[in-house]
Nanobody, 115 residues
Framework: QVQLVESGGGLVQPGGSLRLSCAASGSIFRFYVMGWYRQAPGKQRDLVAVITNGGITNYADSVKGRFTISRDNAKNTVYLQMNSLKPEDTAVYYC?????????WGQGTQVTVSS
């Protein structure tokens, strides 16, 4: 059973930074892509950033230049460094991992950007 555990969310002022972590149970090499999605109240869950097991990344236009996704294979962890945060970044952030046959989600971590 795959478990993805997110951490690092919280309350931050506009312009601040947070780093989210997603720790997987077992090796992350089995996932051909891992990523972060977010869901604000009353809205659909949207892609924020993804990274392949080859290190190729892709970002939503709204976060390009501000967010950076990375992975540490030795720690089975994927990170999302979020800088220059805006109130519109407020959402529950979910970690996702995909194999060719399965799709896994973490429980989510709340990020609130407010003064």
């Amino acid at each position: 059973q795959v478990q993805l555990v997110e951490s690092g969310g919280g309350l931050v002022q506009p312009g601040g930074s947070l780093r989210l972590s997603c720790a997987a149970s077992g090796s992350i090499f089995r996932f051909y892509v891992m990523g972060w999605y977010r869901q604000a109240p009353g809205k659909q869950r949207d892609l924020v950033a993804v990274i392949t097991n080859g290190g190729i990344t892709n970002y939503a236009d709204s976060v390009k230049g501000r967010f950076t996704i990375s992975r540490d294979n030795a720690k089975n962890t994927v990170y999302l460094q979020m800088n220059s945060l805006k109130p519109e970044d407020t959402a529950v952030y979910y970690c996702n991992a995909k194999t060719t046959v399965d799709d896994y989600w973490g429980q989510g971590t709340q990020v609130t950007v407010s003064s």
